[in-house]
């Protein structure tokens, strides 16, 4: 069972524009999948990229390169950039340190050149356009190589623990078309990302190492910010989602709080990327959506509402207040059907 307490946080922070916890009903079985389908760098790999992240925060500040000034913050930095970071001990990152040596001998040069009188010569433009153009790339190298920014095969085989399921994405677009005829702003096409508990932990080492205030261990699915067509789903949701397109229609109270709970991360995340921030309303939108997300799987009206019903009934309840509200109830301004006289 997942810890909620630290969860309410999660989704404030820049790297994650929302997530779902889950609440008590979050699915026990995690999806399988004993070896990794991704590469991991490692704490020591990750514990690397974040003095490099630091570093290059600095180095690459665009206040430093103004036009009134040389970068001569930025050339500090860069005097400290073997002191600092170093070279890192994992082969795989020796593209990361030589792209951030040649944004320092770049910006050491500007630094060098710059004759102060508030104008860039032609010359010293093509620099300035250089450190830019090597700021960037070393980003997208580093996206590459974290576990977050690697992309998964495309499969609807829950053997493929990891994978991208066009299944679960068209169930995404579906409550995110209803999110554009309540006049959001929404993608068209979204990609679900089911992760294997083997490549899930090391996603959630690097969150924990990279963004420490805000790590996904406290969470079942989440979005970013930075991939706004993307949900991220755990092991744990993926399963749930699993075992209902292979026609598992369990009746135990569990079962149904299990699955009911797999199927409102599917839809909460998809709430959020209608343009929903707010966690309470996401929440209270998406436990109303449950039907709907589920009927796109293949699950029968009737069923769908039994895994709606014990989910409000059993999981609202205990979700973190920063996920519940009181105007989620029949008639209020987040009743999603109001002629139905029914909530959820």
Known sequence: ????????????????????????GVVDAANGGSAPTLRHLGPTGVAWLVKWRRWNAHAADGTSLALDAPPTGAATSCATLRSRVGPPADSRLDQVWATAQQECASIQRLAQTSDRDGRLSAAELRTVNRIHDTAERSVRQVDSLLVIGQTPPVSTDPADATR?????????????RWGDISGASAPQH??????????????AAEQRIFYPKFSVDDTIAFVITQMPQTEFLSPAVCNGLDRLEAGDRPTDPGSLLQLGTAVNALAHES???????????????????????????????????RMRDAYWKDAYPALSP???????????????????????
């Open 1 to 24: 069972m997942l810890g909620r307490a630290a969860a309410v946080a999660l989704c404030a922070a820049a790297a994650l524009s929302g997530c779902s916890t889950g609440g008590d």
């Open 164 to 176: 991208i399921d066009p299944r679960y994405g068209h169930a995404a677009e579906r409550i995110v």
């Open 190 to 203: 979204i990609s679900v990302r089911c992760y294997g508990e083997a490549d899930w932990a090391p996603l």
């Open 271 to 305: 709430v959020h990327l209608t343009g929903v921030l707010d966690e309470a309303v996401t929440e209270c939108r998406s436990v109303q959506l449950i039907v709907e997300a589920a009927t796109s799987l293949g699950v029968d009206t009737s069923y769908a509402g």
């Open 322 to 344: 920063a996920y519940r509200t009181s105007a989620c109830r029949d008639g209020s301004d987040l009743d999603l059907d109001s002629t139905r006289h029914a909530f959820p």
